[in-house]
């Protein structure tokens, strides 16, 4: 490993040597392959401004990544073994933890990537798409997207793991909730907030704490529910269509000449301030909650879920443009329940 | 020469533009369909108004806060 460090200060080094003699062309080369060395070194993802690496015991820093936080217990040979570039700064894990600093004294967030087959090295990507892009494989423990420099230690990091189960168990209702107004149908509801709780306790020790508890547990319950979908699992409550439902058209907005009969009124200099208040989600929910079955769960699938319509059309069992009519009558209503219930409301 | 077939063609009325806008959220339009939505927003504020609403709804979906944080 030190070899490839000192290779790539050899690459800056020649870089800087031709940048300064005005030859931009080779000072690009040598930046080129001195990023390839550094890319090609085994099992390594290299990101120009923050990278973490970690040593031989980061299988053991993996292990207690929930509840411990990672630091540094070799500073000195972390200072020599890095780069001094202001560019990487590679301090070295010591019985598991590890903390860095980057050049510019800013904490970072330990690394909680594992990659499989190289147990030993752990890395923070710069962000988790480059990471994918690079590595292009799933083999991951956990993945933390670099989202903020906060210490590690919030709530859930500290807590052992029945309190975690206690907080889900509060979540529980909420989470039903959500399933219920995705699914309509109260037993896949049901089943699917199981399934997700299972998962989440299984799950809780790779859970660094890395946002809070409530955004983990839904996200997990999203690919649950999707899951769920996949499956076929159509036990849909479609028998209580209201036949009416479908009847009803938007043409009455219309007049002859195909133009609104009342304008769309503009909803103040600032609607996007209405996303900020929470009441103005309260008003959404009970909105989208007043769709009928199938466009509510059309919408929720497009929008929240943020399937693709192909998708959508597949899990259901529908023609693309009957996907489509669904959608466009979901925002139409929607449309105008908020006008009629916020935005008509002076907030 | 029949103009009126035309007109329709190239003059969506909002009936027309605003199934288009709701639409072009969830598949592409064609360029021809992007061109008119295009032209009928820059002359007609209750479209544009209209628009800007159903984005809103969207943007409204994506930041759906997923449960009360306590």
Same mark, same amino acid.
């Given at each position: 490993?030190?070899?490839?460090?000192?290779?790539?200060?050899?690459?800056?080094?020649?870089?800087?040597?031709?940048?300064?003699?005005?030859?931009?062309?080779?000072?690009?080369?040598?930046?080129?392959?001195?990023?390839?060395?550094?890319?090609?070194?085994?099992?390594?993802?290299?990101?120009?401004?923050?990278?973490?690496?970690?040593?031989?015991?980061?299988?053991?820093?993996?292990?207690?990544?929930?509840?411990?936080?990672?630091?540094?217990?070799?500073?000195?040979?972390?200072?020599?073994?890095?780069?001094?570039?202001?560019?990487?700064?590679?301090?070295?894990?010591?019985?598991?933890?590890?903390?860095?600093?980057?050049?510019?004294?800013?904490?970072?967030?330990?690394?909680?990537?594992?990659?499989?087959?190289?147990?030993?090295?752990?890395?923070?990507?710069?962000?988790?798409?480059?990471?994918?892009?690079?590595?292009?494989?799933?083999?991951?423990?956990?993945?933390?997207?670099?989202?903020?420099?906060?210490?590690?230690?919030?709530?859930?990091?500290?807590?052992?793991?029945?309190?975690?189960?206690?907080?889900?168990?509060?979540?529980?209702?909420?989470?039903?909730?959500?399933?219920?107004?995705?699914?309509?149908?109260?037993?896949?509801?049901?089943?699917?907030?199981?399934?997700?709780?299972?998962?989440?306790?299984?799950?809780?020790?790779?859970?660094?704490?890395?946002?809070?508890?409530?955004?983990?547990?839904?996200?997990?319950?999203?690919?649950?529910?999707?899951?769920?979908?996949?499956?076929?699992?159509?036990?849909?409550?479609?028998?209580?269509?209201?036949?009416?439902?479908?009847?009803?058209?938007?043409?009455?907005?219309?007049?002859?000449?195909?133009?609104?009969?009342?304008?769309?009124?503009?909803?103040?200099?600032?609607?996007?301030?209405?996303?900020?208040?929470?009441?103005?989600?309260?008003?959404?929910?009970?909105?989208?909650?007043?769709?009928?079955?199938?466009?509510?769960?059309?919408?929720?699938?497009?929008?929240?879920?943020?399937?693709?319509?192909?998708?959508?059309?597949?899990?259901?069992?529908?023609?693309?443009?009957?996907?489509?009519?669904?959608?466009?009558?979901?925002?139409?209503?929607?449309?105008?329940?908020?006008?009629?219930?916020?935005?008509?409301?002076?907030? | 020469?029949?103009?009126?077939?035309?007109?329709?063609?190239?003059?969506?009325?909002?009936?027309? #533009? !605003?199934?288009?806008?709701?639409? +072009?959220?969830?598949?592409?339009?064609?360029? =021809?369909?992007? &061109? %008119?939505?295009? #032209? !009928?927003?820059?002359?007609?504020? +209750?479209?544009?108004?209209?628009?800007?609403? =159903?984005?809103? &709804? %969207?943007?409204?979906?994506?930041?759906?806060?997923?449960?009360?944080?306590?």
């Amino acid at each position: 490993m030190r070899s490839y460090f000192l290779a790539a200060q050899g690459f800056f080094a020649a870089h800087g040597f031709f940048a300064a003699q005005g030859l931009p062309f080779v000072a690009h080369g040598f930046f080129a392959a001195q990023g390839l060395a550094l890319l090609a070194a085994q099992g390594f993802l290299v990101f120009w401004s923050d990278v973490l690496f970690l040593g031989p015991h980061g299988a053991q820093a993996a292990k207690l990544m929930g509840p411990e936080r990672l630091r540094a217990r070799a500073p000195a040979r972390a200072a020599k073994r890095g780069l001094r570039h202001g560019i990487l700064k590679a301090p070295m894990v010591h019985k598991g933890r590890c903390r860095g600093r980057d050049s510019w004294g800013r904490s970072r967030t330990p690394v909680l990537i594992a990659l499989s087959q190289h147990r030993n090295r752990v890395i923070r990507p710069l962000d988790v798409e480059a990471l994918h892009f690079l590595h292009g494989r799933n083999e991951y423990l956990a993945v933390a997207p670099l989202v903020t420099t906060e210490p590690l230690d919030s709530p859930i990091g500290s807590q052992h793991a029945s309190e975690l189960v206690l907080q889900l168990n509060a979540l529980r209702p909420k989470l039903l909730k959500f399933a219920r107004l995705q699914l309509r149908n109260d037993h896949a509801a049901e089943d699917v907030v199981q399934e997700a709780m299972l998962s989440a306790i299984e799950q809780a020790q790779h859970f660094a704490g890395r946002s809070s508890v409530s955004t983990w547990v839904t996200a997990i319950l999203k690919n649950k529910i999707i899951d769920h979908l996949r499956k076929g699992r159509r036990e849909v409550s479609l028998d209580v269509e209201d036949g009416s439902e479908e009847l009803a058209t938007f043409d009455a907005l219309f007049d002859e000449n195909g133009r609104f009969r009342e304008p769309p009124r503009n909803w103040g200099d600032d609607p996007e301030a209405a996303l900020s208040q929470r009441q103005f989600f309260a008003v959404l929910e009970v909105c989208v909650e007043a769709l009928s079955a199938q466009a509510g769960r059309v919408f929720m699938m497009r929008e929240w879920l943020e399937l693709s319509t192909d998708e959508i059309c597949q899990e259901l069992g529908i023609s693309p443009s009957n996907c489509w009519v669904l959608l466009y009558r979901a925002r139409m209503r929607l449309r105008e329940c908020l006008e009629a219930n916020w935005f008509n409301r002076s907030h | 020469m029949n103009v009126s077939k035309y007109m329709g063609w190239v003059m969506p009325s909002c009936k027309d #533009v !605003h199934r288009l806008v709701a639409d +072009g959220l969830d598949r592409d339009l064609s360029a =021809v369909d992007r &061109l %008119r939505v295009r #032209v !009928h927003l820059a002359m007609c504020k +209750g479209c544009t108004n209209f628009s800007r609403q =159903v984005h809103l &709804l %969207r943007s409204a979906m994506k930041r759906f806060p997923l449960l009360d944080e306590e």
